[in-house]
């Protein structure tokens, strides 16, 4: 469709958001080989489990890597091929107006966070096959009297479409119940045969509902502090939250990806409304259910059941920020813009008469231009993290998660005074959360506030006492401010509640060096080295470790590994060049030195080391101008000045020799 192409032809050229970084840019398993895709069945290693959506994303990879416009135009066809689908069920049904649903479907603003997100491509994807499977249950349900087994391919296709749904997302759990709500919309009843027919998907529902709860409870949520409340909070909140769908659909301003939220418990009045509202307009359309009511019913139907998954009473970690969102919306939207479609053919039949029914023509036609253009703005709101949490912040300028990513938009970026002026700001408003005191901590710590940064960090674990990251930051200012044996002690509890942190483990390396434990720093880098095989610090770190024992030919197997991995490392090809002189390869050693030289202009050591290899190869002349570049950047080594004595005197230069050893004598007494 044309128009849905330009709807979303914003969001074409945008880039990645939220947690795009973490579905795509580091997803180990869809950067690896095939052979990474049987572990997303069966041992993922993500936050929920959806083995088909992964091994889409792990195809998208291999396809066009790191640029967003491929993954932007697949959510795009797959949103389309949906309003296509949506059509063609709407005509089995027999629903008049069925094109004009679809184009509304296709453009509709709340559409837009599923479609121009790249990682909700699971609700994209999984929509089209739960509508092939929506299509392929009428076809059984039409031929299931007819003879010789007619009926069999419809509903085997129906059932593994379905399937495929719910491994792309779970949100389609409910379509068993919708099944039997569709029977009683056909047959006028709900019949032994179609709840035989629904038992295989209830099964499915059940497994994958059952995986969902647990990987949002030991993966998503995992220790974080998700607003849960009692039942009858959860039920206040899911009334006003169907209220708040069902009104989004029809009048859809304003769009955000961050809602506020509702605080249960006010009255009775005011947390009951909603569901009595809701028990009168079922109660409205059960009375006329043999005439007008029937088709009413099957739209509810849909919209109400697919929103029970998302309404508050099983834990997510979504509900943090808002007890809504669009794209939980996703599926449920289709029963709204259906069963208007369905009320709009029947206003037009009743009406009759050519003037009236032109002018509901227009106002359709207006409306699905004004949706259109406002799903067109929205979209570009998606094209990339500083424009989308600005945008969510104007909708919703009370929230904190907005306000706290733009923060960490400036940590990534440098700005480290805006950085702690936004999560200062979420702090001061009265949200107390975990995460922003952590973040505002490595805001401080980098500003070096390093009191100001620990204060933070422990009030992070006041509120969440099981935090790694911010037992590892808190080490990291123990670690700054030189209480080495403190800084291990949190590195510790941080790999106690989470010991696949190979950063961590690279710090906690480094302050067990300068404690003098050598053997535990070098099993603390070995193990970073194994967590993370592409990682340079901790193999430039144990290299170093390995030179100082003494074991000079492991130490530069590991400067060769840590320059491979990172070509731009100016200290590890000084170290490389190091080793290989004091190995008797002071030839060998010249290239990294140079390089490293190269690469590091200022430093002083790599020249020093230049120096060295020059000296031993009995290139005096040169090795006494590396020492003499080397002590012009750092005066202050009274090594170098020993060293460039030695080439002087080597050379015969007797005087400056005797020289240069007298100031390194003076700053050796001096140190």
Known sequence: MGIGLWVFSPAWTGGWIWDDTAEILRNEPIRSSWRAIAGMWTAPAGADYLPLKETVQWIEWHLWGDAPVGYHLVSVSLHLLSALLFWRLLVRLGVPFAWTAALFFAVHPMVVESVAWISELKNALSLPFLLVSALAYAAFDERRDRPNGAWKGAYALSLLAFLASLLAKGSGVMFPLVMLVYGWFRHGRITRRAILAAVPFAAMSAAVGVATIWFQENRAISGVMAPVGGLGERLAIAGHALVFYFVKAIIPWPIGPVYPGWKAGGSFVADAWPWLAIAAVAAVLWNRRVTWGRGPILASGWFVLNLVPVLGFIPMSFARLSPVSDHFAYIALLGVVGGLAGGLGSLTQALGQKTPRLALASAAALTLGVFAWESHGLSADYRDDRTFWTFASRQNPEAWAPRNNLGLIDLADGRLPEAAAQFEAVLRSGEQQAEVHNNLGVAYTRLGRYDEAAARFEAALRLQPGYPVAEANLGNVLAQTRQYDQAVVH?????????????????????????DHANEAAAEFAEAIRLDPNAAEPRYRLATLLANAGRISEAITRFQETVAIDPARADAYAGLGLALTLSQRAQEALEPLRRAVALQPRSAEARAYLGLALFRLGRIPEAIEAYRSAVRISGGNPDIW???????????????????TAEAERLQRRH
Do not use: C, I, W
Request: glycine share 4%.
């Open 491 to 515: 590195y510790r509890r941080s790999l106690e509640l989470k010991p696949d942190m190979a950063d961590v483990h690279t710090r906690l390396g480094t302050a067990y060096l300068l404690t």
């Open 642 to 660: 020993f060293n460039l004595a030695d080439a002087l005197r080597s050379a015969g230069r007797v005087d400056e020799a005797r020289q240069a």
